[in-house]
């Protein structure tokens, strides 16, 4: 007979899952104790035996029972608990393992979190300092403007005056058909009185305050009218009303300058402004001139502070430019710029 393990010690068994099989060990007793019974009742009770047989039979099956339940328990319940412990312990480490690494993950979020906080706020902070900028840039424009229309405008138009008044005394005196000295100055210093003026005008920036972004573009194609006896075709689609000051500075002027390049390069053949609303902001303006390879592209000052200008306030500009068909720069932003609160303009 097979060594077996004392009740007692089973009894002592503190892990539910001990208590859980010994309660298994002792039902698989109770089972085989029954059949057993019923197998003896039945063949015993069939064949009208004495109950001096039948007591026995149930004695028997009484200790087979008792032997076979600590062997059970020893080769089939114990093994089956020792390995359902070590599954459970193994399960449990593994939980700690992912618990340990959820709590991780969450401090890495947190601290992503955190920092993505921390560079939108930068951002903001940059874009509103770059507005600041624009602004103290608009302020020198306007005062050098000013300057150049109240200072060296204003001398020339009193040195031509005064040169009128010579010319007719020199002409005199040549007596010939040929242009005087004094005609060639004059005419000298008108051209550089007019261009001085076209700077002063291009300059100064018009009143913008409480115009929507369609009147300011608007206006910027008007003036570049009055200014170059051109036509400019503005086509808008679905732009937002209101756009942050700073933002309407910069568009003004990427529409003025380009519009610029249009008259300059261009003769003003075909320009046409375009906006495009819509989670951010598209503003294109094209000519129908005679383009330019954009691979041999030398930006100039004017691209160049254009380029800037744009950029800082988180747009991107584009200029694309086909030989014999024309030239289209385009400024983009995104939503992020349209949102973005006005700085302080004290």
């Known amino acids: 007979m097979a060594a077996s393990v004392p009740v007692t010690q089973i009894l002592r068994a503190s892990r539910p899952e001990a208590r859980e099989l010994l309660a298994m060990v002792g039902r698989i007793g109770i089972i085989i104790f029954t059949v057993e019974a019923l197998i003896m009742l039945g063949l015993f009770g069939g064949w009208g035996l004495g109950s001096h047989t039948v007591s026995d039979g149930l004695l028997d099956a009484t200790v087979l029972t008792l032997v076979a339940s600590p062997i059970i328990y020893k080769w089939v319940a114990e093994p ?23 709590a991780a993950l969450q401090l890495a979020l947190t601290e992503l979190h955190r920092l993505l906080e921390q560079n939108e706020g930068l951002r903001r902070h940059l874009q509103l300092s770059n507005q600041r900028i624009g602004q103290i840039n608009e302020h020198v424009l306007q005062k050098v403007g000013a300057d150049l229309h109240d200072g060296p405008a204003q001398l020339l138009t009193y040195a031509l005056l005064r040169l009128r008044k010579l010319g007719p005394a020199e002409e005199d005196d040549q007596g010939g058909d040929s242009p005087s000295q004094l005609q060639l100055i004059r005419s000298v210093l ?49 732009a937002p009303d209101v756009v942050p000051e700073g933002l309407k500075v910069c568009i003004y002027r990427f529409v003025q300058e380009a519009l610029t390049n249009a008259n300059r390069h261009a003769e003003g053949r075909g320009q046409r402004v375009s906006i495009k609303g819509g989670g951010g902001l598209v503003i294109a303006v094209a000519d129908s001139g005679p383009g330019f390879d954009p691979a ?49 303009n004290e």
């Open 190 to 238: 008108t051209d550089v009185l007019n261009e001085i003026r076209n700077v002063s005008a291009g300059l100064s920036l018009p009143q913008l305050n409480g115009a929507s972004l369609e009147e300011t573009v608007r206006l910027a194609a008007s003036m570049h009218q009055g200014h170059t006896g051109t036509k400019v075709s503005v086509s808008i689609d679905d």
């Open 80 to 102: 089956f608990m020792k390995a359902a412990s070590e599954a459970k312990s193994a399960l449990a480490s593994k939980i700690d393992i992912q618990v340990e690494q959820a």
């Open 296 to 344: 041999a592209l030398n930006s100039g000052l004017g691209l160049t502070g254009m380029r800037a200008r744009v950029g800082s306030l988180g747009g991107h500009l584009v200029i694309a430019s086909t030989p014999g068909v024309g030239t289209r720069l385009t400024a983009t932003f995104p939503g992020a710029s349209l949102d973005m609160t006005d700085g302080d």
